[in-house]
């Protein structure tokens, strides 16, 4: 079956990228679990090492069972290409390192996951990168936080723990005026919910750890180049337009245009830093892959049912969910995420910090842990796990005060989460 633009997102997410394998006929993408690959001869190599030819080396750098998930994910995004990482947090490191410079700044919204915050402000500095917050509601606030330095713009397009739907084109608005690439990190919506490629964004970053794989088995991460930035632009962005001195002096922007993020991505920060995906859970995520579209709809039905049951518990003080007519992000989410807001959301216990830790040592049905878009359906309370490394200050900024609790709703059915939350919140 010949792909083009015209195939539906169903369709992709099963074909994109997965060919019958051209030398056994096998159906499903095989792991090509290899640490190498044989050269046709000596000057296939040299063509390989010097950018001259694509083609597999080492899989630290390119493997055929990630290259099937990198395909499968740039089409579902709508991206000229992409670059598979180890973790999410790998391939927000990698994005950066392609683009930063010491000394460099970024602009990120506080809206974020506990973890990135925690990278942002503590692991980058060791790289002299420095990332200045903004409000993701406030687009003012993100206009004042540039500088000169400032080297991108950060968001989530759904964004986690909170449920809040962010106004990417709002955003991308501003990013474009200061002539800066727009990052949005889509692992809480998906492509299915959310492509934030149509709303301006010029690189797409996932944690496939989460919904794309979908059944918390694998870590995985993902760059989406949309192919819509100029890197050249005033020689901001070395990497890309200056000549590389470990490839004889290419430029990589001007030699591979609007792939050219991914690959320097992939030919200097995969090559150095080496945060490779494995074959394996290439192949996990890529299963996971091909049921999006119907797993991401029953999350999100779910979810709806579950935070509809909770707007009306008398335990509960508030609860952020854009999916409820009246929630602040309800507009957003109708513009941005038709097909229903995601099926991570916090809600506010009454009781506070200690209601909190009593309902997540009461569930059954859910699990207690740090993770969300697993099949299950997941239960944390952030002041005491994810985020306790944060000031009270700064958790509450982030949503997730002491009386706060996050959920990721899974496929199971809805009656049986909601009646192990009811009962959780009933037990002594
Ligand atoms: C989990 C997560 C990450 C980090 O991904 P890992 O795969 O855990 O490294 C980044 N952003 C969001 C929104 C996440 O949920």
């Not at 889509?186 to 490629?197: D, G, W």
């Amino acid at each position: 079956m010949a792909l083009d633009d015209t195939p539906g997102f169903d369709t992709l997410a099963i074909h994109a990228g997965s060919a019958p394998d051209p030398t056994t006929g096998a159906r499903a993408t095989p792991i090509y679990q290899t640490t190498s690959f044989v050269f046709d001869d000596v000057d296939h190599a040299a063509a390989l090492f010097g950018l001259q030819a694509f083609g597999n080396i080492y899989t630290r750098i390119t493997n055929p069972t990630q290259a099937v998930l990198e395909e499968k994910v740039a089409a579902l995004e709508g991206g000229t290409a992409a670059l598979a990482t180890s973790s999410g947090h790998a391939a927000q490191l990698l994005a950066f390192h392609t683009m930063m410079d010491a000394g460099d700044e970024f602009v990120a919204v506080r809206q974020l996951y506990g973890g990135s915050i925690n990278q942002f402000n503590h692991s980058f500095k060791s790289f002299d990168w420095k990332v200045n917050w903004a409000d993701a509601d406030d687009m003012d606030s993100i206009e004042k936080a540039i500088t000169a330095k400032t080297k991108a713009i950060f968001c989530e397009s759904i964004a986690n723990p909170g449920g809040v739907v962010t106004d990417l084109e709002g955003i991308s608005k501003i990013a474009r005026r200061a002539g800066v690439p727009l990052i949005v990190d889509n692992t809480l919506a998906t492509p299915y919910l959310c492509r934030p490629i149509e709303h301006g964004a010029d690189l797409v970053i996932h944690s496939l750890t989460k919904f794309i794989g979908g059944h918390g088995n694998s870590m995985g991460g993902m760059i989406v180049d949309a192919g819509t930035f100029n890197w050249s632009r005033e020689g901001r962005y070395p990497k890309l337009s200056e000549p590389c001195e470990s490839y004889n002096g290419m430029r990589l922007h001007e030699t591979f245009g609007n792939i050219a993020f991914a690959i320097a991505c992939r030919v200097l920060g995969l090559r150095d830093l080496g945060m490779c995906i494995s074959p394996f859970n290439a192949f996990l995520i890529l299963t996971g892959a091909e049921t999006l579209s119907l797993r991401m709809q029953r999350h999100c039905d779910n979810a709806k049912k579950v935070a509809e049951w909770l707007s009306t518990h008398k335990n509960v003080s508030w609860i952020s969910y854009a999916g409820l007519p009246g929630d602040r992000h309800h507009t957003l989410q109708q513009k941005y995420c038709p097909n229903g807001a995601g099926a991570v959301f916090t809600f506010g216990l009454k009781g506070g910090y200690d209601a909190g830790v009593k309902l997540v040592s009461n569930v059954n049905v859910l699990s207690h842990l740090a993770n969300l878009g697993d099949t299950r359906s997941l239960i944390v309370h952030p002041s005491s796990t994810t985020h306790k490394q944060l000031s009270e200050q700064q958790q509450i900024s982030a949503g997730a005060g002491p009386d706060v609790v996050r959920l990721s709703i899974g496929i199971e059915d809805p009656k049986d989460i909601i009646a192990d939350l009811e009962q959780a919140m009933k037990a002594g």
